[in-house]
């Protein structure tokens, strides 16, 4: 009877400590908010990072950042201006229909047919000219002109159901209704501003997750997620703040319930700087009257900034060690990076002489403006920069504005010198977007506020472009890199580090794009 | 008209019974010397008067005694960030509250900051109280359709919670220290306006206004010299109150990061810079800070009591 009794004890508490018997949920803590669930909607990381539970790209981008095969079991060039896609077969939509090269069709004109889109997805479509349908599992894509990562921006278009999607708009993906995908969740509710809730789609054809059910829950503020997790309401978060990060590895029982994955992400912050402007607005003499000329146009005022930048000190107060210090555009190990490149020297004293040189031996003025929740401790980084422009005699003020109140500002070029940070997982993508020189129709430089314009460099960009041969290209985009910093349009600050923290069963293969895909979190 | 009994001493009613511009003359004599002394009179009234000694003088000596100048970026040093009170700076000297996480000295930032967010709160309330008694003082005097359009502005402001009104003028107008002021003033005006208004209604009606009127002087010199004198008192009283909720106002803007800028902290930005370390041990950044709101929120509201208990007959103990 004793025993019986004992035994009845012991069998729920046997069940409940074996994690393959327990109804396996996960919870994870987003540190920002989806807008929609439309998967074409909006350009912008967190409605990615949601709707990659539920749909699939032809081509996928692994933890490093290389391009690995997704819906496409393999692509090739056939010839340098036409691509063959072959898509996996076996692959069925949530609803149980096969996947066809008709939804792929449909997908990659989709973005275009959403005008009303904020952030359209349309600049991964655009160099696509043609497209046909040789059978059912094959795709031919023609691009107008040469161009080397197609597969690159396939890795940005998710594949929707054209049979639920034709008819649909961007309301009926936040419904549900139009919201099947090929991906392994499929929706059960959508609770905005608060939760999205998933489940297990089970007829995923590749390594199904390990939990049921997951509930992306959104936390943006950083206090409430990480507290969140303490308390044990979410297994997973990510955007640990740097402060919290040391707390979690210092303190002993802290380290013992919960575990930190961490990377340097493919975010790299730079300040841009007006090189288009004789008289730049936020540029003055010490006085506050405007100079005779942008002395920001010198090379020798930027290499002069560039210098009297502690970026150790930087990365290891400002940013609590979340930052690694940064001479190139994209981070390491990105093609285009390089293996070693030159660092760029902290000099304050040779700083000056240069200063001196230029013709500003007592400094200027200089009112350096950027988000203030966007970027990890983007405001405490730019009084950062603050101190060091001012120790050579920059005195510098620091404006900062809500994203979307910046985001408005640069785009008209409004400022003087401003932060920004670019995730990119090709040097030549970056180049192109930040430095090649602004063409509305073709899309260059769409983001080159400074509109730093150079032939050479140009023209290097574009040859990495032109190239189908993943080797040459990520050369080719290295010495326009190269090319490029040594005039300095940008100046170079950080790449991001990004941390998750998770309780201590579980592990996570931290992403260099940043994202959480809850799919691969696995228990230990 | 039914307060000026005719039994009342002149002394328990002074306000009440006077003529023209014979208060405000009584108030400023008792300004000059029995003022203080009967504010003081009791310890309630001795403690606010030290707290607000105290709070005035750090605010407006401190800057000239303060060990750094945190408003110059080029005066701190990212590599002191956040060492503990005590701490020895590498350019020497003491951080002896600690520093934040630019590497400022955080009794020098707060000594700087109070001064900010009092000059901002003054300067906010101030011209909520111009406004507002401006056109309460209208709408009283002349009543009609001016005093019920601005009784239904005043309902509207006061319908609304204060913070909301002046995040959403900042949310409009971006970030700035005199935008703030402004935002202060437009979310506090009607406070001052409603009071200025019931106190002219009364006054109005009393035998000096009509005496007055019957004399054939303009409305600017009725309200000027007749009616605002007398009305002062109540707005007095308010102003100290209202200056608090300024500064607790203009904390909270600066905590959400829509006050004072990065680089020029007032005590709300410098809570809002320790509070993400506040977790992790470190925890003079906010605490200090907060610590010297409060006795400077205490201090005032303590002497605005003290002054409504002195400027108020009926609430004359001795």
């Known amino acids: 009877m004793a025993r019986r009794l004992l035994l009845s004890f012991l069998l729920p508490l046997l069940l409940l400590a074996s994690p393959s018997l327990r109804a396996a949920g996960l919870s994870v803590g987003l540190a920002a908010d989806v807008s929609s669930l439309d998967p074409h909607y909006l350009n912008a990381a967190p409605n990615i990072a ?51 090269a008709e939804d792929v069709v449909f997908s990659l004109e989709r973005p275009a047919s959403l005008t009303q889109s904020p952030g359209p997805f349309t600049g991964f479509t655009r160099a696509i000219s043609g497209k046909k349908v040789v059978d059912a599992h094959t795709l031919r894509l023609t691009t107008a002109q040469p161009y080397g990562p197609l597969p690159l921006d396939l890795a940005s278009i998710f594949i929707v159901s054209k049979k639920a999607a034709a008819k649909a708009g961007t309301e009926d993906f936040n419904s549900g209704k139009a919201l099947v995908g090929t991906g392994p969740f499929r929706l059960l509710k959508f609770r905005r501003g608060e939760a999205v809730e998933l489940a297990r789609f089970d007829g995923y054809w590749g390594e199904k997750p390990a939990w049921d059910t997951l509930t992306l829950r959104i936390l943006p503020a950083d206090a409430a997620r990480l507290a969140a997790l303490l308390a044990g309401q979410v297994d997973m978060i990510e955007g640990v703040p740097g402060a919290d990060v040391a707390r979690l590895k210092k303190d002993a029982r802290l380290s013992a319930n919960f575990r930190l994955e961490q990377r340097v992400s493919w975010r790299t912050l730079f300040l841009q700087l007006d090189l288009f402007r004789d008289a730049s607005p936020f540029v003055t003499d010490l006085a506050g009257k405007p100079l005779a000329k942008n002395p920001l146009k010198d090379l020798k005022v930027r290499q002069a900034l560039s210098r009297s930048i502690n970026r150790e000190a930087l990365a290891a107060r400002t940013l609590d060690g979340l930052g690694v210090p940064a001479s190139r555009l994209v981070a390491p190990g990105i093609p285009g990076h390089g293996q070693q490149p030159a660092a760029e020297p902290y000099d304050p004293e040779g700083a000056k002489r240069l200063l001196a040189e230029a013709g500003y031996p007592q400094g200027f003025a200089l009112t350096l403006h950027g988000p203030n929740n966007r970027y990890l401790n983007d405001e405490q980084i730019l009084q950062t920069l603050a101190q060091f422009f001012g120790r050579i005699g920059v005195k510098t003020k620091v404006e900062t504005l809500p994203l979307a109140a910046y985001f408005g500002r640069l785009r008209h070029a409004d400022f003087s010198a401003a932060l920004l940070g670019w995730g990119s997982l090709s040097g030549d993508f970056a180049l192109r977007t930040l430095l090649g020189t602004p063409d509305e129709k073709s899309g260059w430089g769409a983001w080159n506020w400074g509109r730093f314009s150079d032939a050479r460099v140009d023209a290097d960009i574009r040859s990495a472009l032109a190239s189908t041969d993943p080797a040459r290209r990520s050369r080719a985009a290295e010495t326009a890199m190269d090319q490029a910093m040594q005039q300095l349009p940008v100046i170079p600050l950080h790449h991001q580090v990004a941390t998750w923290a998770l309780r201590a069963g579980l592990t996570y293969p931290a992403r260099i794009d940043e994202f959480t895909f809850a799919a691969q979190v696995r228990p230990r | 008209m039914s307060e000026s009994r005719p039994d009342s001493t002149p002394d328990s009613t002074p306000i009440s019974t006077s003529a023209g511009g014979g208060v405000a003359a009584r108030c400023m004599g008792r300004f000059s010397s029995s003022f203080l002394a009967r504010f003081a009179a009791n310890p309630a009234g001795k403690l606010a008067l030290l707290l607000l000694a105290l709070t005035l003088l750090t605010a407006f000596a401190g800057p000239f005694l303060a060990p750094q100048d945190p408003y110059d970026p080029a005066a701190l040093d990212i590599l002191d960030a956040r060492l503990p009170p005590g701490s020895a700076a590498a350019a020497g000297g003491t951080y002896l509250l600690g520093s934040d996480e630019q590497g400022r000295d955080l009794l020098s930032a707060m000594v700087y900051g109070l001064r900010l967010s009092l000059v901002v709160a003054g300067a906010g309330t101030g011209l ?46 971006g970030p700035g220290l005199f935008k703030v002021a402004l935002a202060l003033a437009a979310s506090q005006w009607a406070y001052f306006a409603r009071s200025a208004r019931a106190a002219a209604l009364v006054e109005s009606g009393k035998d000096y206004m009509a005496a007055a009127r019957l004399q054939g002087l303009s409305h600017a010199r009725l309200l000027w010299r007749h009616l605002l004198p007398n009305c002062l008192p109540p707005l007095l009283v308010i102003l100290p109150l209202q200056l608090a909720a300024a500064i607790s106002l203009e904390a909270t803007l600066s905590f959400l990061g829509l006050g004072a800028p990065a680089t020029e902290p007032s005590l709300g930005r410098l809570i809002a810079n320790g509070f993400a370390y506040l977790l992790s041990g470190q925890y ?35």
């Open chain 1, 50 to 100: 949601v709707a990659s539970h539920f749909f699939e790209t032809l081509v996928a981008v692994d933890k490093d950042g290389q391009l690995v095969p997704g819906l496409a079991q393999s692509w090739q060039a056939v010839n340098p201006t036409t691509w063959e896609f072959k898509l996996r077969p076996g692959v069925k939509f949530h609803d149980g229909s096969p996947l066809t």
């Open chain 2, 284 to 318: 003079w950044i906010s605490l200090y800070p907060g610590l010297l709101l409060t006795l400077a929120v205490t201090a005032i509201t303590l002497a605005a009591d003290r002054l409504a208990a002195v400027l108020d007959p009926r609430r004359q103990e001795d």
């Open chain 2, 128 to 173: 909520a109280c111009l406004l507002g008694a401006a056109l309460g003082l209208t709408a009283g005097y002349f009543g009609g359709r001016w005093e019920r359009l601005v009784l239904a502005l005043a309902d509207l402001q006061l319908s609304f919670p204060a913070l909301l009104i002046a995040l959403a003028l900042l949310a409009l107008s």
